[in-house]
């Protein structure tokens, strides 16, 4: 148990990744326009690693990873859904798709424009990104 979080569910849409996560039932959502994310839409919030348990499917993810090769593009093999991912930003945490969590958990969400096509300034500009993944 967490203190003032509350504990999702969610994964793929086959069913073959599952994993759960605490975090608030108000989430702070990235929208970030680097050139994979704006392909794939992958809107996320970041949790530290400590927060995220995979329940089942380890053996059913893939990864995708280019450039830098820090951010680990994690998604089912079977459907292809990308549920949660390791982003480049904070490394020792995971990004989570809020549109592949479980319903009756998230009260809100706030979105919240990335500019990942200037990654680097948009890194040093930003004042929390950094640390989401801290405990």
């Avoid at 605490?22 to 919030?45: G, M, T, Y």
């Avoid at 450039?67 to 089912?76: E, G, I, L, R, S």
Wanted: charge should be positive; proline fraction near 3%.
């Amino acid at each position: 148990e967490y203190q003032g979080l509350v504990k999702h569910t969610g994964g793929c849409h086959c069913g073959a990744v599952r994993f759960e996560v605490w975090a608030s039932a108000d989430l702070h959502i990235f929208d970030c326009n680097c050139s994979v994310c704006k392909k794939k839409q992958n809107r996320h919030f970041i949790v530290p690693a400590s927060r995220f348990k995979l329940l089942k499917g380890a053996e059913s993810i893939t990864t995708y990873t280019f450039n830098t090769h820090k951010a680990q593009h994690t998604f089912c093999k079977r459907c292809g859904v990308q549920s949660f991912y390791t982003p480049r930003s904070n490394p020792g945490g995971f990004g989570i798709a809020p549109h592949c969590l479980d319903e009756g958990t998230v009260r809100s969400m706030v979105i919240e424009e990335f500019n990942g096509s200037d990654w680097e300034k948009a890194m040093k500009e930003h004042k929390t990104i950094k640390n989401m993944s801290k405990e």
